[in-house]
């Protein structure tokens, strides 16, 4: 179901998730730079999406937050919230993951049509 609706949203080659060289599985990541409300212990903090794909984003700044986080994502232009747990900080942000695929893809597809519409 879910590679079915990643092939839909333009996401996926129909593959399924790909290997990097680390080992890591994961879904193709797409760049983009969209703004996002990240809600984490009830603060809301403004955020952009750096980079995303069905199963996570990379949101920018981190605002303090620690790996370990658990949040939601909200998508002001639209009604639709993605619970995470952040699982990566950097400096230059924080590496979350969605906690369902399903939603994260559709999130990872409204991220995609915003950019192609913004570029």
Known sequence: ???????????SNGSGPAEDAGGRR?????????PVILRVDGAAHECRIADVSATGAFLAPHHGIDTGARGVLELPAVS???????VRRTDEGLGVAFENDAVGAIVAGWARGQSTQAG
């Open 26 to 34: 994961g879904f193709e990541r797409r760049s983009v730079a969209l």
């Open 80 to 86: 639709i919230r993605a619970e995470l747990t952040v």
């Open 1 to 11: 179901m879910l590679k079915g609706l990643l092939a839909r949203l333009g996401l």
